[in-house]
């Protein structure tokens, strides 16, 4: 991590350990340096130098100084094609292809997305550092859609500072199986899945908060098209309550698996159709608008993303099947 660089720890983190959520940051310091640097106060949390073992809660702002990883793991600029929806000396919106990752970590760090911004965007003065270029929020790998990035500090922790207040507006689009009449908002606690610490789970033993509005657009008998507006921000949350109720998104690896048994009924009921969802090779999930105050002057802007061309060529085939 680049010196003097600044976090604001997500809802998500709550319990975890400063020094192990550090660690998990793209592009981060080993945990030893980490605990030499919380050691020596070059790490402080709102303000007050922590302990390592610090227990986070989620909403702090964590400031470290000359903590920085090998300069052989940073990330390097790519000529990856990017879809540019809004730029200005503030901020960028970018509609995310499906299939890319958002930052490079051990393991991988070519082809995400911040790879791409740094070659289109060279002259900026990333918040955080290149390993982070300015990302505000994310979005899963095989979702696509409008991500913010921002090109100073001060739109960094003006847009942070609105995800944590939650006056920023995202509308989602989902393809679910099943047939969902009507419009209806799901308020599940989310935490980690019991079993499973990949997986999240509204039957976690700690969980948060979580609530998710919903309401149908389209139904394909055997799927339904969602607008999705999430009112909280917790991991995999759209994914997690709408399989929840019964409602996977098409595709999702993670979530959206049936047993053998139900996935033979489900082909002999629906034949094409059911051919035709399962065709979709990612999550039917895309970020489609997301509405926020501009860092320089306040003025509302909603921004919105077009369909990658996957998700629209689904809902085109389904279309021709229920004519």
Request: charged share 25%.
């Amino acid at each position: 991590m680049p010196a003097n660089e600044h976090h604001i720890v997500p809802q998500d983190a709550e319990g975890e350990r400063l020094d192990v959520w550090l660690s998990r940051l793209p592009g981060a310091a080993t945990r030893s340096q980490i605990g030499a640097a919380i050691g020596a106060g070059r790490v402080r949390v709102d303000g007050e130098p922590a302990k390592a073992s610090r227990r986070l809660r989620g909403g702090e702002r964590v400031d470290v100084d000359a903590l920085e990883a090998p300069a052989t793991s940073r990330a390097k600029p790519e000529p990856i094609p990017v879809d540019v929806l809004h730029a200005d000396d503030d901020l960028i919106a970018i509609n995310k292809a499906p299939g890319i990752v958002v930052h490079p970590a051990v393991g991988n760090r070519e082809g995400t997305l911040v790879n791409a911004i740094l070659h289109h965007f060279p002259d900026s003065s990333w918040p955080g550092g290149a390993d982070r270029a300015g990302i505000v929020h994310r979005l899963d790998r095989d979702t696509s859609g409008v991500i913010l990035i921002a090109r100073s500090a001060r739109a960094h922790e003006a847009l942070s500072k609105q995800f944590r207040e939650r006056t920023v507006e995202k509308q989602y689009v989902a393809l679910v199986r099943g047939a969902v009449r009507e419009a209806g908002s799901i308020d599940d606690p989310i935490g980690r899945h019991p079993r499973d610490r990949k997986r999240m789970s509204v039957a976690a033993r700690q969980s948060r908060s979580a609530t998710t509005a919903y309401e149908p657009v389209k139904c394909f008998e055997a799927a339904t098209l969602l607008r999705v507006r999430p009112r909280t921000g917790r991991t995999h949350q759209i994914r997690v309550h709408l399989a929840a109720r019964g409602w996977p998104i098409v595709s999702d690896p993670v979530y959206g698996t049936s047993s053998a048994r139900a996935l033979a009924a489900f082909r002999r009921k629906w034949g094409p159709l059911a051919a035709a969802l399962e065709a979709m090779p990612r999550q039917a999930l895309h970020a489609a608008s997301i509405g926020f105050d501009h860092p320089r002057d306040g003025r509302r802007l909603v921004i919105d993303a077009p369909l990658a061309d996957d998700f629209a060529g689904l809902l085109e085939r389904l279309d021709e099947l229920s004519a």
